[in-house]
């Protein structure tokens, strides 16, 4: 015989015991169906009626039917001989049919120990009565209980790994009768601190049990501690977060190679895996309901103490990292933002290799989930999500790389629908979009010239290029301003991408080109508005907000080239369009202003020409032209210093707008406050008036 094959190893271990028993079973109701069927043989092999004779007949003549229904009463000997020929005939029928069955298994049972001597070595340990087969009476091995337990057997055999994995589960979160639940107290928590001085896995697994129950108080769940007492609850908790992962360390101590842990293969360790799985939602619990950073401190700190207990539970990894990029994306408080980050940056330097790339993926869908409503409240937790989740893409450029793709992949389709008419514009000119493609030009800028996440340039480029002009209308220009910025941080890198082109067409815009109306609308925020209302358009504000995002952007890309060799050729086409668009318009604010511009730009090209007139290398030698005034610093350029008195003018005018926001949220709030109280007071005085009504009645 040769060697067993695993799925028989397999259906042994797993499916043999019930197969016997299934087997045994169906056996016996053949062998009563036979009975039946033998049963209903007797009654067929009667006699065929035949018409009695004429002069009397004997009762031998006479068929049964025929000689019940004659009214005759039978003799005491017939009666007995009556019975006895039909049990015999039940029993020879029975008999006759089960006799070959029984003489086949006989001869398969006698050859199996030659034909599979580990199949007979199994039936001799576990059911050594069916090699000892021998033909039995189907009524006697019949029992009335065997039908019951079919469905259940069958559902044990089937989720035999289910079961097993859940029997720490059900037994840590069993119910108890409400009566017989145990109150936390102080003193419990006391004495629970106390045991964990000296821990065992006995008394951790009852104080998770307690917290579990304490966590989930309000669910509804039944459990078998209650909590009455907040102070009980608060030291319970600091308990449990604090001290137990220093008790686990007790029990079962990492080992640490080169800054990563990982967990002994021990029982003990398996015991502890087990308990700290059901911890594991008292956590995810825990991080939905974060109030302050000192309390997202404390159980960010308690969960990456047992972190590696997880990893190897991918769900609940999933589970865990989720609740964590949930608070880092939505919370408003920059430390509790700050907090949730180090933990996601701490376990992914830890494990890169394991968890790097669910941490990208779940972190940058948490981030476009919370990032739909932008306002001035807003923008700098969504900011501070860009900019930290662009750091996480550097640590494996490889698996950034894979993601980058897919993502920007899937910003190109949407574009692609768009352009093709499915779904229009709106799918493209919103807060998420928009976030998406500055967010990849934030990680592509700060990776560096030989990675490979500067493959995703050109494409990145292409899909935001095609955004801005997707809707080139005048009410959407606030998104063109915002998307330039995002490719201006890219031009940094070293790409160049020609942004005067898209900037030049706002000039021949009817919302610069037309006379305006007057306004006493409020100044447009460019910072947080990617769309301005129908009632903006045409009108002076807007206009003069125009001019003012068209010189700040125009001078930003100018400024990137400041020290460029090939700045005086860079700037011609340009400084001829705004001259001649200078010589049309009749807005004199804004021809001063572009003035102003084409000014500074001839003058840092004029310095440029001087500079680069005692060089003495070519075009092609490309670290020579890398390397061109070097020395000089970008703030002392006639360019460069224009430049920078621009930004403080902005830094001051966006302070202003901040400060004229604020006062109008603080009179808006105090003008609610004053309507509650009236209506407050109204309801006094008709509740008094009704109240007087009622006395002068009685």
């Known amino acids: 015989m040769g060697k067993t094959s695993k799925q028989t190893k397999k259906f042994q271990n797993k499916h043999l015991k019930h197969t016997i028993q299934h087997r045994k079973k169906a056996q016996d109701f053949k062998k009563k169906a036979s009975m039946r069927k033998g049963k209903g043989k007797a009654k067929g092999n009667e006699e065929p009626y035949e018409e009695p004779s004429k002069n009397g007949s004997s009762l031998g003549d006479m068929s049964v039917d025929e000689f019940f229904a004659g009214g005759f009463e039978m003799p005491e000997g017939m009666e007995k001989s009556k019975k006895k020929l039909e049990e015999s005939d039940d029993e020879a029928s029975s008999s006759d049919e089960s006799s070959e069955d029984e003489e086949n298994m006989k001869k398969n049972l006698e050859n199996l120990e030659e034909q599979d001597p580990e199949f007979y070595k199994y039936l001799k340990e576990n059911d050594n009565q069916l090699l000892d087969f021998e033909g039995v009476n189907p009524l006697e091995a019949m029992s009335d209980d065997d039908d019951d337990g079919d469905d259940e057997d069958e559902e044990q055999d089937e989720d035999e790994e289910d079961e097993t994995k859940s029997k720490s589960n059900k037994s840590l979160t069993s119910t108890k009768d409400p009566t017989n639940k145990v109150e936390i107290t102080t003193q419990l928590v006391d004495k629970w601190s106390k045991q964990l001085e000296k821990p065992t896995p006995k008394i951790i697994r009852n104080i998770i049990i307690a917290f579990k129950a304490a966590v989930n108080i309000n669910n509804g769940e039944d459990y078998k501690y209650s ?3 907040p102070k009980a609850f608060t030291e319970l908790m600091l308990m449990v977060l604090k001290k137990v992962p220093m008790a686990v360390q007790k029990i079962v101590k990492y080992k640490t190679k080169q800054g990563v842990r990982t967990i002994p293969q021990n029982a003990q360790a398996s015991q502890i895996g087990s308990i700290l799985k059901t911890h594991a939602s008292s956590y995810i619990t825990l991080l939905k309901d ?63 290799k394991s968890i790097l790339e669910t941490v990208l993926k779940i972190s940058y869908s948490s981030f476009l989930q919370h990032c739909r409503k932008t306002n001035s409240h807003t923008i700098s937790r969504i900011n501070f999500c860009k900019n930290s989740l662009a750091e996480l893409f550097s640590v494996d450029e490889t698996i950034g790389y894979q993601i980058g793709f897919e993502y920007v992949r899937q910003l190109a389709i949407h574009l692609r629908n768009s352009v093709n008419g499915k779904g229009g514009f709106v799918t493209i000119y919103n807060w998420q979009y928009c976030h998406s493609l500055d967010f990849w030009s934030r990680v592509l800028s700060l990776c560096k010239e030989d990675s490979t996440l500067r493959q995703l340039i050109y494409p990145l480029v292409q899909v935001t290029l095609g955004a801005i002009r997707l809707n080139p209308t005048a ?122 511009l084409i000014e500074k730009l001839n ?41 920078v008195v621009q930004r403080q003018q902005k830094e001051e005018r966006l302070r202003l707008f901040k400060e004229a926001q604020e006062e109008e949220e603080r009179a808006k709030e105090q003008k609610k406050k004053q309507e509650e109280e009236e209506d407050e007071g109204e309801y006094i005085e008709d509740e008094e008036e009704e109240l007087n009504d009622e006395d002068m009645s009685d």
């Not at 700050?338 to 996601?344: N, V």
């Not at 009817?510 to 109306?517: D, F, G, L, Q, R």
């Not at 290398?617 to 350029?637: A, C, H, I, M, Q």
């Open 475 to 596: 009410q959407f220009f606030p998104l063109r301003f915002y998307l330039i910025r995002s490719l201006l941080r890219l031009s940094k890198t070293g790409v160049y991408i020609p942004l005067f082109p898209l900037l030049y067409e706002i000039l021949s815009s009817t919302a610069i080109t037309k006379s305006p109306k007057p306004s006493a609308l409020q100044i447009v925020d460019f910072e947080h508005n990617i769309k301005v209302n129908q009632a903006y358009l045409g009108t002076k504000v807007y206009q003069d907000g125009l001019c003012e995002q068209f010189i700040e952007l125009n001078s930003e890309f100018f400024g990137l080239y400041a020290k460029s060799i090939a700045f005086p050729e860079l700037i011609t086409p340009a400084v001829l369009g705004l001259k001649r668009f200078t010589k049309k318009s009749k807005n004199v604010k804004f021809n001063k202003q572009l003035n102003q």
């Open 603 to 643: 003058a840092n090209a004029q310095l440029i020409s001087r500079k680069r007139s005692n060089v003495e290398f070519g075009p092609s030698d490309k670290r020579e032209v890398k390397d061109f005034l070097n020395d000089l610093s970008w703030e002392k350029t006639p360019l460069g210093q224009y430049i």
């Open 290 to 352: 974060i109030t302050n950073t000192e309390t997202a401190a404390i159980i960010l700190a308690s969960l990456y103490e047992v972190m590696p207990y997880y990893l190897s539970h991918r769900r609940l990894l999933k589970q865990i990292i989720t609740a964590v990029a949930n608070v880092w994306a939505s919370s408003n408080e920059t430390d509790t933002q700050i907090a949730s980050f180090a933990f996601i940056n701490n376990i992914v330097r830890e494990y890169p």
């Open 227 to 229: 909590v009455v007492d």
